[in-house]
């Protein structure tokens, strides 16, 4: 297990390093359930890719990565345009220790569906954000769970 999670380290490093130079990587935090790093990529202005990686006290870790729609321009308040998102990804995340649990402790994986609303401010260049998402865990049992958050980012 501890080697999927490099993988994906890896791989955010990877897409972190090509996306530096056009300007469209953003890094910065979520506050919510999970509180931790954020980290996006605009594939194109209709397209991008997210992912987080948090940790508490009752959670040691949760990855997630997500393929997102985005839609300029939902609506606007005051002069200012709101846009949205919406999309497609998976969770991976450590349970938390009970003692009478049924399920075993381990990992759960899960389909993750987000959705939400965000402002990107020109100069300097930071996305703020929050957003929803449910969770349908599937391994090691079919259960569901809701993700929320409100965070920011940079992009350089």
């Not at 994906?8 to 910065?28: E, K, V």
């Not at 349970?95 to 759960?108: I, P, R």
Request: some cysteine; hydrophobic content about 45%.
């Amino acid at each position: 297990m501890k080697n999927f999670i490099i993988i994906i380290i890896l791989i955010n490093i990877c897409t972190f390093s090509i996306g530096y130079a056009a300007n469209n990587t953003g890094i910065g935090i979520v506050i919510g359930d999970p509180t931790g790093l954020s980290f996006k990529h605009n594939i194109s202005a209709r397209n991008s890719i997210d992912a987080a990686l948090s940790w508490s006290d009752s959670i040691p870790i949760l990855l997630h990565g997500d393929y997102l729609w985005n839609r300029t321009k939902l609506f606007t308040l005051d002069n200012t345009p709101i846009d949205s998102f919406f999309g497609i990804g998976a969770r991976l995340r450590d349970h938390e220790k009970k003692k009478n649990a049924e399920d075993n402790d381990g990992w759960q994986l899960g389909a993750r569906m987000p959705g939400g609303i965000r402002y990107l401010f020109n100069d300097p260049r930071v996305e703020v954000f929050t957003e929803l998402a449910l969770i349908m865990n599937l391994i090691p049992s079919i259960t569901v769970d809701f993700d929320f958050g409100i965070g920011a980012r940079f992009f350089f």
